[in-house]
């Protein structure tokens, strides 16, 4: 009877832990933060996983990583905003995220990159100067089954091709001066 409850009291912290999006990308980095014992120390180490997985570290992110160490909030945030190797919010209204992790390498990630940079202009960490479009990388973002895939505006998005990618980011190109010129 012990051993029951305590199995179900572990199943319960599990369950408070899994992010409410169902977003993988949150699991690998559960596992990653269990992997150091939700330490405190292992605070640089977290936000870089985080980065690797998610392209940057936004404001859910930091809550996300606070609350799972049990620190304020303030001092995540500090240290992501100290280190210049952290990237925060990008600048961009859209971001796009392109996994360079090896299932999705092999799968072709690099023409979708290259196909990006060549309707935005951009390169990988940049902006496009009318602050529309963010180009990001991340590595394995827990979606090898359906690789090559990219998240556009948080959206996970399967099989991409360097055509499909490419007209996602025309969209919002496109819809850059219309909705400015609505405001
Ligand atoms: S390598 Fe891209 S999702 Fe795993």
């Known amino acids: ?7 179900h009291k572990r199943k319960t912290a599990e369950q408070v832990l899994q992010h409410p999006s169902g977003d ?14 939700f330490k ?5 180490e977290i936000l870089h996983r985080a980065q690797e ?37 990008p ?7 392109v996994c360079l992790g090896t299932a999705c390498y092999v799968k072709g990630a690099d023409k979708l990159i290259a196909a990006i940079q060549d309707v935005a202009r951009i390169k990988p960490g940049e902006t496009t100067p009318d602050n529309q479009v963010s180009l990001l990388t991340a590595r394995c973002i827990g979606a090898c089954g ?10 996970v998005t ?17 819809h850059g001066p219309e909705r400015a010129a609505a405001n």
């Open 40 to 44: 405190a120390d292992a605070l640089i």
């Open 53 to 89: 997985l998610f392209g940057y570290l936004d404001n859910d992110l930091l809550l996300y990583i606070a609350y799972s160490l049990k620190l304020p909030a303030s001092r995540v945030y500090g240290v992501a905003t100290f280190y210049h190797f952290f990237t925060l919010k």
């Open 91 to 97: 600048k961009g209204a859209h971001t796009c995220v």
């Open 146 to 155: 359906i690789a090559p895939a990219a998240v556009y505006d948080g959206t």
């Open 1 to 7: 009877m012990l051993i029951t409850l305590a199995k």
């Open 24 to 37: 993988k990308r949150f699991k690998i980095l559960d596992t990653h933060m269990k992997r150091h014992q």
């Open 158 to 174: 399967p099989r991409q091709t360097p055509e499909s990618a490419a007209e996602k980011v025309k969209g919002w190109l496109s």
